[in-house]
C-alpha cells in the first residue's frame, strides 16, 4: 500500500489561507469520507485537527478545514497564524490492506 | 482528562526484546481501537496495527505483521507493543493513539515512547 501523496511543503504570510493536498485512489480517499488531518509539532505527538473529511473533534480550531473532490482531500488553514508552522499529515481508510489505514507523505507548513 | 500516557524512553542492544505500553484514561477504554505508529528519525508515520480492547482483534501492516506482536489486557486498560528480537533499524519513536472520532479520526494520542538499538 502506498503513501497518499501531499507536497512537501506549503508555505504562506500570518493572516493568509494555504491549503494542503492529499491525493490517493478509489481505493482510499475516493471511496469513503474517512480522511483525518494531524498536526505534529517538532517533538511532539501528532494532534488531531480534522476527521471524516471536514468534521472537528473536540477543542479543534475552525481554522482549519477539510474538503475532498474525487481522490484528492484538502485541508485549509485560515488566518495563518505562527503556530502553525508544523508538519501535516492526512490519513484515509483504505481498502486495499490491513489495518485499514494510510498515511500521507507530510507536508512543512511554513509561516513566512 | 482523556489521555493515553505511554512508557518511558528504551536503550536496547540488537536481538534483546522489549515490551512498550499505553495506558487509558479518561474514557472507555475497551470501546475504541488502538492503533500503534512508528515515526523513524526525521521521517514520516507509518501506522503498524490496531488492536480492540474488548476483545483483541489485532490487524497488523503488511509492513510489521510478523515483526511486532499487538496485544492488550482491559483489565488495566493498556495496550502493548512487543519485539521479540530488536534490530538497530527499530530504533524510532513510537506513538499509540485511540480511534474515537469517527474511521480515521485518532485522538488522544500518546506522548510517544522513544526506542534506541544498538547493535
Known amino acids: 500500500q502506498s503513501a497518499l501523496t501531499q507536497p512537501a511543503s506549503v508555505s504562506g504570510s500570518p493572516g493568509q489561507s494555504i491549503t494542503i493536498s492529499c491525493t490517493g485512489t478509489s481505493s482510499d480517499v475516493g471511496g469513503y469520507n474517512y480522511v483525518s488531518w494531524y498536526q505534529q509539532h517538532p517533538g511532539k505527538a501528532p494532534k488531531l485537527m480534522v476527521y471524516?473529511?471536514?468534521k472537528w473533534p473536540s477543542g479543534a480550531s475552525n481554522r482549519f478545514s477539510g474538503s475532498k473532490s474525487g481522490n484528492t482531500a484538502s485541508l485549509t488553514i485560515s488566518g495563518l497564524q505562527a503556530e502553525d508552522e508544523a508538519d501535516y499529515y492526512c490519513?484515509?481508510?483504505?481498502?486495499?490492506?490491513?489495518?485499514?489505514?494510510?498515511f500521507g507523505t507530510g507536508t512543512k507548513v511554513t509561516v513566512l | 482528562e482523556v489521555q493515553l500516557v505511554q512508557s518511558g524512553a528504551e536503550v536496547k542492544k540488537s536481538g534483546e526484546s522489549l515490551k512498550i505500553s499505553c495506558k487509558g484514561s479518561g474514557y472507555s477504554f475497551t470501546n475504541y481501537w488502538i492503533g500503534w505508529v512508528r515515526q523513524m528519525p526525521g521521517k514520516g508515520l507509518e501506522w503498524m496495527g490496531i488492536?480492540?480492547?474488548?476483545?483483541?482483534?489485532?490487524r497488523y501492516s503488511p509492513s510489521f505483521q510478523g515483526q511486532v506482536t499487538i496485544s492488550a489486557d482491559k483489565s488495566i486498560d493498556t495496550a502493548y507493543l512487543q519485539w521479540s528480537s530488536l534490530k538497530a533499524s527499530d530504533s524510532a519513536m513510537y506513538y499509540c493513539?485511540?480511534?474515537?472520532?469517527?474511521?480515521?479520526?485518532?485522538?488522544?494520542w500518546g506522548q510517544g515512547t522513544l526506542v534506541t538499538v544498538s547493535s
Open positions: 488492536i480492540y480492547p474488548g476483545d483483541s482483534d489485532t
Open positions: 493513539a485511540a480511534q474515537r472520532y469517527g474511521n480515521a479520526g485518532f485522538d488522544p
Open positions: 490519513t484515509s481508510y483504505t481498502r486495499s490492506t490491513t489495518p485499514g489505514y494510510v
Open positions: 471524516d473529511v471536514s
